[in-house]
């Protein structure tokens, strides 16, 4: 009966070794996965880190732009404040004047802000 214990064991002791071998030789490949994965990361992480800074390049120049806007909207706002005041100014001049003059530079401004406003 020992004789059948002993090959009984000696089978289970190859058994588990092939099994030892086989799961060593997963473990290998998973590690090698698992660097191929780490190098991926670290790749994906430069790159997100690169996008986030451009990102905030953008969101800075949109900022800039926004604020050169807004300015140049207020300009636009005086000067068109300004025309409408010289426009006044020359139908002043024709009444005092007692002139009905055709002013080609009247026209020009209000077809300007047409189009400006459309």
Do not use: F, Y
Request: hydrophobic content about 40%; glycine content about 2%; charged content about 35%.
């Amino acid at each position: 009966m020992s004789d059948s214990i002993e090959a009984s064991m000696m089978k289970r002791i190859g058994e588990l070794k092939a099994e030892n071998a086989r799961l060593k030789a997963e473990c290998q490949a998973r590690q090698a996965e698992n660097s191929v994965l780490a190098v991926e990361c670290d790749s994906l992480k430069a790159e997100v880190e690169r996008l986030t800074i451009a990102l905030d390049n953008l969101d800075k120049k949109e900022t800039r732009l926004c604020c050169i806007a807004a300015r140049l909207k207020g300009k636009v706002k005086e000067l068109t404040i300004a025309g409408d005041d010289l426009v006044t100014l020359v139908d002043a001049m024709d009444v005092v004047m007692d002139m009905d003059s055709n002013h080609p530079e009247i026209k020009a401004w209000n077809k300007a802000k047409e189009e400006r406003e459309s």
